[in-house]
């Protein structure tokens, strides 16, 4: 859970390229794993309206302490 604990730190939402950048990892690795954890409620993805290409990424509530 080392990603959400990035996000934690962050303080506010990443795009992906901004996650991938930090946690030293490829684009596609961070992508599926974000997936994972989104799928299981730990983080959301949203997009913007005028850009739906940049994801930006947000713990939940769910993901608790």
């Known amino acids: ?12 939402g990443l795009s992906l390229s ?8 490829a684009h596609s ?3 599926e794993i ?4 989104e799928r299981d409620g730990v983080l959301r993805r949203t997009t913007r309206p ?5 994801a930006q990424i947000e ?3 769910e993901a608790g302490q």
Do not use: F
Not at 50 to 54: F, V
């Open 50 to 54: 005028e850009d739906r290409r940049y």
């Open 34 to 37: 974000v997936g994972r954890l």
């Open 29 to 31: 690795t961070v992508s």
């Open 59 to 61: 713990v939940t509530d």
């Open 1 to 12: 859970q080392v990603i959400v604990e990035r996000m934690r730190q962050a303080g506010t």
């Open 18 to 25: 901004d996650l991938s950048e930090k946690m030293g990892l």
